[in-house]
Every structure is written in structure tokens, then in C-alpha cells.
């Protein structure tokens, strides 16, 4: 299965200011033949399911604010809120859909300083 | 997007069956543009994938849990459902069903709408 390693577990970032997540996966999850990256992020706060926010490694779902941005390639992934609100306090998961079984990783929490 | 709906026991002794269903409204399970499986969350494990399966059936399961899970498609009730045999403590979590735009084989894909969750206790 492919390994999916989230960094930090935790952040605390002041509003209005910028949350950077990492998340590296223990194999590549670029398809050659379609130069995609096979890469999901989510968003989970308490007692709700996760929800999808970024696919294909930086296309956002449909209605999620554009401060919320998707990069990087091959392994090495980044999840950036460009000015945290109130709001996005929550869980962040990546998660691989290259190859089967999909897998997710540890997730990482920010909070408001 | 389609709404998703867990139904279940929220308890289950070990060594019986955990079974659940997933109701699917406003959208329909035989859309051949989605997986339609279930997902597991608990403190220890993290989020897990159980399995996942197109509309007629031939499901793809975890490897870890393939020889106890078993997916199963009712089109005319637009239902899914789970049954996990043998279960043990470690099989308690809150459950998801999800659906799952086709990206490729069964057993990938992103989750595009969710379950709101169930959550199972394993306990005697």
C-alpha cells in the first residue's frame, strides 16, 4: 500500500495569515499517461464526515473558497489556505488514488492562535 | 450532489456480523460514473478504505479485510450495504458509505459525497 505522511500533525495559525500542510506519499502518484496527480485533500471538522476540497493534486471542489490552494508532484504535496478564517478550523487529510487500496493520511489539525 | 445515508445497529458483539446499509437519494446507484463503497474511521487506524464496487456488483476490498467484508447492490431499493463477519474490538469506528467518481480500477478513486457516518461499538 502506498504511505501517506502528513506534516505537522498540528499548526496554529493567527487569522488572516497563511496554513501550510504537507503530505508525502511512499510512492509516486503521477500517472505517466495522463500526467495527473492521483492526490485528494479533505476537510473534517468534529462529528462531520470528511469533505473534499482539492482533486487531481489542485482543482478545487465546486463552491470551496479560493483561498484554498493545491501543488505539488510525484511525492511531495501542499495544501495552503492563503488567509486562515474562523472557519477552517478542522482536520486535514491527503489521500492517494493512484493505486489500490486508496489510502489516507494521518491527518493534520489547525487552530487559531 | 446525491445524499447518503447510513442505517444499522450502533452495536454488534464480537464475533457476530457488523451489517449496514447505505441509502442513496437524488442520484442513482446504477450511474456508471461512480463506485459506490464504505470507509472506516476510528482513533487507531485512521481513515480506512473496506471496499468499494461498481453498481452490478464485482467489488474491490482492503486485502486486510477481504476475507470478512462482502459488498452487496439492491438497484431497485437505490441501496448498498456492508456485511464485515468475525468482528472484534478493533473493528469499532464510525462507518462511511461514499461515493466515488470511476478514475480507474475499483479499490481508488476520491470521495466525492459521504455518509453522514454511523458508528459501530464492537462490545459484548
Known amino acids: 500500500d502506498i504511505v501517506m505522511t502528513q506534516s505537522p500533525d498540528s499548526l496554529a495559525v493567527s487569522l488572516g495569515e497563511r496554513a501550510t500542510i504537507n503530505c508525502k506519499s511512499s510512492q509516486n502518484v503521477l500517472y505517466s499517461v495522463d500526467q495527473k496527480n492521483y492526490l485528494a485533500w479533505y476537510q473534517q471538522k468534529p462529528g462531520q464526515p470528511p469533505k473534499l476540497i482539492i482533486y487531481w493534486a489542485s482543482t478545487r471542489e465546486s463552491g470551496v473558497p479560493d483561498r484554498f490552494s493545491g501543488s505539488g508532484s510525484g511525492t511531495d504535496f501542499t495544501l495552503t489556505i492563503s488567509s486562515l478564517q474562523a472557519e477552517d478550523v478542522a482536520l486535514y487529510y491527503c489521500?492517494?488514488?493512484?493505486?489500490?487500496?486508496?489510502?489516507f493520511g494521518g491527518g493534520t489539525k489547525v487552530e487559531v492562535k | 450532489q446525491p445524499q447518503l445515508q447510513e442505517s444499522g445497529p450502533g452495536l454488534v458483539k464480537p464475533s457476530e456480523t457488523l451489517s449496514l446499509i447505505c441509502t442513496v437519494s437524488d442520484d442513482s446507484i446504477s450511474n456508471s460514473a461512480y463506485f459506490w463503497g464504505w470507509i472506516r474511521q476510528s482513533p487507531g487506524k485512521g481513515l480506512e478504505l473496506i471496499g468499494n464496487?461498481?453498481?452490478?456488483?464485482?467489488?474491490y476490498y482492503n486485502p486486510p479485510l477481504r476475507s470478512r467484508a462482502t459488498i452487496s447492490v439492491d438497484t431497485a431499493k437505490n441501496q448498498f450495504s456492508l456485511r464485515l463477519t468475525s468482528v472484534t474490538a478493533a473493528d469499532t469506528a464510525v462507518y462511511y458509505c461514499?461515493?466515488?467518481?470511476?478514475?480507474?480500477?475499483?479499490?481508488?478513486?476520491?470521495?466525492?459525497?459521504w455518509g453522514q457516518g454511523t458508528l459501530v461499538a464492537v462490545s459484548s
Open positions: 464496487t461498481y453498481y452490478y456488483g464485482d467489488a
Open positions: 489521500q492517494q488514488y493512484y493505486s489500490p487500496p486508496l489510502t
Open positions: 461514499a461515493r466515488t467518481p470511476v478514475t480507474g480500477d475499483r479499490g481508488r478513486g476520491y470521495v466525492d459525497s
